[in-house]
C-alpha cells in the first residue's frame, strides 16, 4: 500500500515570494492533516480536513496560509506572501475517518531567505 | 490551552545504560502517543496508549501511561547507538484526533 506522498520534498523561496505544496494521502483516507515543525520543535497542526471539509483551522495564519482539499482527496497548502519565520518542515498525515492512527507524509522543508 | 511537556529535552546516555523519558500533558486524553523521528526523515509511530496503565513494549523501548497523574513514560533499557533519535509524545487535541505535540526529546546514544 503507497504511504503518503508529498511534493516538492524542498523548496527555498524569498521572502516575500509564494509557494504550495502538494500532498497525496493513502487512499481511502477520509482525513487529512497538515502540520508545520520548526527546527527543534514538535509538530503543529495547521490545517485538518475530513474529506473536503475544514475541521480545525484554528492555528492556520489565514492571513497568509490558505489550504484547499478538491473532492476529497489531494490536497494543497499555500504561502502567500511567506516570511523567514515560515521556514520549517510541512508534514502532511491522513487517517481513515473515525480513526486515531494518523500516517506521515515525508515532509517538505521550507527555506525562505 | 492543551500543553505538552517532555522532559529531558536533550539526553545523551551511554550503550548498555538504561533511562526513561517523560512526558506530561494537561488535558483528560486517554490516548498518548509517541514517535520517533531521525534527521532529516518524517515521524514513525512507535506506540499508541488507549488506557489508564496501558503498557507497551517493542525491543528496548516500554511506554506506559497513567491518565489519571496525565503522564505517560518511555523507558530505554540497553540503550544502543541506534536507538538515538528524537522521540515525541502527542495527545490528541479535544476537537478530534488531531495531535498536540511536546517539543521531543534528542536521544543521543555513545560508546
Known amino acids: 500500500e503507497a504511504g503518503v506522498a508529498q511534493s516538492p520534498r524542498y523548496k527555498i523561496i524569498e521572502k516575500r515570494q509564494s509557494v504550495a505544496f502538494w500532498c497525496n494521502p493513502i487512499?481511502?483516507?477520509?482525513?487529512l492533516y497538515w502540520y508545520q515543525q520548526i527546527l527543534g520543535q514538535g509538530p503543529k497542526l495547521l490545517i485538518q480536513?475530513?474529506?473536503?471539509?475544514?475541521?480545525?483551522d484554528s492555528q492556520l495564519p489565514k492571513d497568509r496560509f490558505s489550504a484547499e482539499r478538491l473532492k476529497g482527496v489531494d490536497s494543497t497548502l499555500k504561502i502567500q506572501p511567506a516570511k523567514l519565520e515560515d521556514s520549517a518542515v510541512y508534514l502532511c498525515?491522513?487517517?481513515?475517518?473515525?480513526?486515531?492512527?494518523?500516517?506521515f507524509g515525508p515532509g517538505t522543508r521550507l527555506t525562505v531567505t | 490551552e492543551l500543553k505538552v511537556e517532555q522532559n529531558p529535552l536533550f539526553l545523551s546516555m551511554q550503550e548498555g545504560k538504561n533511562y526513561t523519558i517523560y512526558c506530561n500533558y494537561s488535558?483528560?486524553?486517554?490516548?498518548l502517543y509517541w514517535y520517533r523521528q531521525d534527521p532529516g526523515k518524517s515521524l514513525e509511530s512507535l506506540f499508541v496508549?488507549?488506557?489508564?496503565?496501558a503498557v507497551k513494549q517493542e525491543g528496548r523501548l516500554m511506554a506506559s501511561l497513567d491518565t489519571k497523574a496525565r503522564l505517560s513514560t518511555l523507558h530505554i533499557t540497553a540503550a544502543v547507538h541506534d536507538l538515538s533519535a528524537t522521540y515525541f509524545c502527542?495527545?490528541?487535541?479535544?476537537?478530534?484526533?488531531?495531535?498536540?505535540f511536546g517539543k521531543g526529546t534528542s536521544l543521543l546514544v555513545t560508546p
Open positions: 498525515a491522513s487517517s481513515l475517518q473515525g480513526d486515531y492512527e494518523q500516517y
Open positions: 487512499s481511502g483516507h477520509a482525513t
Open positions: 480536513f475530513q474529506n473536503n471539509g475544514v475541521v480545525d
Open positions: 488535558t483528560t486524553s486517554d490516548r
Open positions: 496508549l488507549l488506557s489508564n496503565g
Open positions: 502527542a495527545v490528541d487535541k479535544p476537537s478530534g484526533y488531531a495531535l498536540n
